[in-house]
């Protein structure tokens, strides 16, 4: 009987969810060309694999990654503004202790992590998902700095200059999938969280 | 921890259905997964409905670094001990295949929206008032490099031809067949050289003998070399990059 | 000389001269090779740049030439 007269909880925000889709969208295009980008003139010893690349070649990939650039920075902004105003990250992600984490991500590994109540996040998910909001602003930060380093040539002197702002973007892109992978195995893991990030709701479970 | 919720509030129902359920919601993460890893993995540049989308948008970022582009701000300048040595080679072809140009039969031809279109002989050129920088070089491939350039401040020869500097636009031709063109907002910009020395050396041909139009505001394919014309008007001129594909603002 | 020998004088010179013309600028540029450096499209070729340079100056010079015939007479 319990099925039937399901309790429905308010999950996420419908601008949550809209920005959500739109951020992932446009991630996955920005590091997808990036990783084009950076096949131009590799930082490191290695190369990324084209088949996994966007763009087809650097111009290709340059149009990409400076036409989604506009995409993730506005839908960014409206997701940054509703965050703070409305108190949403003040509630989710608050307060959040290292000590919490700590616990939270273990249990996570012994896949002890309770779900009954998806509107409530644990503190491994606060982290990530702070950890998340954090790269994204270093990333647009650099990428601003890379792009302009003249008439934006304060931010990246913040950077410590042209090559190293070039390094900060390519490991907050690299801390920023890390991640993103962990997300999606957790969201494979616990399959239940996936509709709740489009239609918003998820039966009360405890 | 999942079964255990999914059959709590399935109670009722047969084990049978909720693994069935379960299934499907994991099909479905598969499903969405797998439309990502397409996206990325077949490439959809090539689509003419993107095309245009993505040189839409190119065009739109030309007009926000317009906007963007402060005529007085500075490029940094580094001491000489910054200098990037060896200084690097990059052409759309090899060292050994450098276009020479002969110095003296070379005359600068300008064309267009320009007062004085008389050819410009190369002892006429070093005769001018010369002037210097250290600055980054900025590849759109990603790396970056720091040389000294020496020349006549563009702004002023500009001046001293006549060119109409309300006009939109400078194009150049160059002895190895690319050419480029530039706003004239950078043109008039104080660091913006036409150069005739590297490294306090008269430019060797890998650089660009004997003259190379130095934009310390913009990336490294609009910094042309082995220039032999150039013109001022307000007709687009492109570039060989540009047109293929390459931002055509490209400031820094 | 033997034969051999001169062979393998030729193959010496022509080595050599290889070797000092290696990065000496001047040759005449492989138009039918593929371009160099990162930002070509794999299928673009050298001679391609003096192909499009040739066209785009059909187009320019006209208009380049009308417009600066008007501004005088201004």
């Not at chain 2, 001022?232 to 931002?247: A, M, R």
């Not at chain 3, 022509?14 to 005449?28: E, F, I, L, N, V």
């Not at chain 3, 794999?42 to 010079?61: C, F, L, N, T």
Request: with cysteine.
């Amino acid at each position: 009987m319990e099925a039937a007269q399901a309790q429905w909880v308010k999950v996420h925000p419908l601008v949550v969810r809209v920005t959500h889709w739109i951020n992932a969208f446009g991630i996955l295009i920005m590091v997808a060309s990036g990783w084009r980008i950076y096949n131009a003139s590799p930082l490191f010893a290695f190369r990324i694999p084209n088949e996994l690349t966007l763009g087809g070649w650097l111009a290709g990939a340059l149009q990409w990654h400076f036409a989604a650039m506009w995409l993730i920075v506005i839908n960014g902004i409206v997701y940054l503004t509703y965050g703070i105003v409305s108190g949403h990250f003040r509630r989710k992600l608050f307060p959040l202790t290292p000590g919490a984490v700590f616990r939270d991500m273990l249990r996570a590994l012994r896949g002890q992590l309770a779900h009954e109540d998806l509107s409530v996040y644990n503190a491994a998910q606060r982290a990530a998902y702070l950890a998340i909001i954090l790269c994204a602003i270093v990333l647009v930060l650099s990428g601003l700095a890379i792009w302009k380093p003249v008439q934006l040539q304060e931010i990246t002197a913040i950077f410590g200059g042209y090559e190293s702002t070039r390094v900060v973007h390519f490991l907050a892109m690299a801390l920023l999938v890390l991640i993103v992978v962990v997300h999606v195995a957790m969201v494979i893991l616990v399959p239940r969280t996936f509709p709740t990030m489009i239609t918003g709701r998820a039966r009360r479970t405890s | 921890m999942k079964k255990r919720t999914m059959e709590t509030s399935l109670a009722g129902h047969s084990p049978g259905l909720v693994r069935s359920i379960e299934r499907r919601l994991f099909l479905k993460q598969g499903l969405s997964l797998g439309a990502l890893a397409l996206l990325s993995g077949c490439d959809p540049t090539d689509d003419e409905g993107v095309q245009s989308l993505l040189k839409g948008m190119s065009r739109w970022n030309d007009r926000a670094q317009g906007w963007l582009f402060n005529p007085n701000k500075l490029a940094p300048e580094y001491p000489e001990s910054a200098i990037t040595k060896p200084f690097p080679f990059n052409a759309f072809y090899s060292e050994e295949e450098v276009t020479l140009v002969d110095g003296k039969d070379y005359k600068l031809e300008l064309e267009g929206l320009i007062r004085e279109k008389k050819p410009w002989t190369l002892p006429e050129l070093y005769g001018l008032p010369q002037t210097s920088q250290i600055t980054r070089h900025i590849c759109v491939e990603g790396w970056s490099a720091i040389g000294k350039w020496s020349g006549v401040r563009f702004s002023d020869f500009l001046a001293r031809v006549g060119a109409d500097t309300s006009a939109k636009y400078i194009g150049f031709t160059c002895a190895d067949d690319y050419y480029t063109s530039i706003d004239m907002a950078t043109a008039l910009h104080p660091q913006t050289l036409l150069t005739f020395r590297f490294a306090d050396q008269v430019l060797p041909p890998k650089y660009g003998f004997p003259m190379k139009l130095r934009i310390p505001t913009k990336l490294g394919f609009k910094n042309p070399k082995h220039i032999m014309s150039m013109f001022v008007s307000n007709e687009f001129p492109g570039g060989y990059w540009e047109d293929q594909g390459y931002n055509w603002f490209s400031g820094s | 000389m033997k034969p051999l020998e001169i062979a393998a004088l030729a193959t010496f010179l022509a080595a050599g001269a290889g070797a000092s013309a290696a990065d000496a600028p001047g040759k005449p540029m492989k138009m039918d090779e593929p371009m160099h450096g990162e930002m070509k499209k794999e299928s673009m070729k050298k001679g391609d740049v003096k192909k499009a340079a040739k066209k785009k100056e059909r187009e320019m010079k006209p208009m380049i030439e009308k417009e600066a015939a008007g501004s005088t007479k201004k």
